[in-house]
């Protein structure tokens, strides 16, 4: 099945060159690129630690694309504030790490974000039953998140299919981002299972084009 509607690309900054970030910024300022896509983590949800606020704070300045936030920390419905003040347009909080998930999603709406909840490989789609219709964006992990450049896990793609099935049979609006390992062969299958923003972080940035690279994805 194809499908008559461009995907979306959230490139990953956590595969650019740290040493030279406002080069790779201005690159996809000038790429196709609809979203810059912010890992950030804290080394207790996830085994690394990645980038903070003063870092992203720059991110902000520099950018001319949407920030699209992704924080893989516990308890992230405390900086619900701060991810506000680097100019996201969207905080997608981890399923797993917020035992209050219907409050969290609440408070990211009222601060005047677009609410995402991510779930991890082993987190099942009909968990988000309930809450679907309250959720702006559902990002599947196709990786164990933590590390850029992994590889794909294949049940990923049947999770896009029933969530897709899920917003479906529900009325809901919510739209589908697939977040780890992912080119162009995985793109475009994950397009077909129904995905509506692909993030892509060393497939782009290890690339010898990456605004290419960009429009690639983006014309599957
Ligand atoms: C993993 C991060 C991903 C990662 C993707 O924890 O959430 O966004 O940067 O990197 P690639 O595309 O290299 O798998
Ligand atoms: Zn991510």
């Not at 983590?41 to 949407?66: Q, Y």
């Not at 969290?104 to 991510?118: F, L, N, R, Y």
């Not at 793109?187 to 993030?199: E, F, N, Q, R, Y």
């Not at 990456?210 to 599957?220: D, M, Y």
Request: some cysteine.
């Amino acid at each position: 099945m194809s499908v008559n509607r461009k995907i979306q690309i959230a490139p990953s900054l956590l595969a650019a060159n740290f040493g030279n970030l406002e080069k790779d910024i201005q690159m996809l300022n000038e790429s196709e690129a609809d979203f810059i896509h912010l890992d950030i983590m804290d080394g207790v949800f996830v085994p690394n630690i990645s980038f903070g606020f003063p870092v992203l704070e720059f991110v902000n300045k520099l950018s001319k694309k949407s920030l699209d936030a992704h924080l893989m920390i516990v308890d992230p419905g405390k900086f619900v504030n701060e991810v506000k003040a680097i100019g996201a347009e969207i905080m997608t909080v981890h399923y797993e790490a917020c035992p209050h998930l219907d409050r969290t999603i609440h408070q990211i709406k009222e601060a005047g974000m677009k609410a995402g909840v991510s779930l991890n490989p082993h987190t099942p789609v009909h968990l988000l039953e309930e809450v679907i219709n309250d959720i702006d964006l559902l990002l599947i992990m196709s990786v164990n998140p933590g590390f850029g450049n992994q590889k794909f896990i294949p049940y990923s793609l049947d999770k896009v299919r029933q969530l897709k099935e899920l917003i479906v049979r529900k009325g809901a609006k919510t739209v589908i981002e697939v977040d780890g390992g992912v080119n162009l062969e995985i793109g475009k299958l994950l397009v077909d299972a129904g995905a509506d923003i692909l993030v892509a972080g060393s497939f782009v940035f290890k690339s010898a084009d990456p605004k290419q690279t960009i429009s690639a994805l983006k014309n599957l």
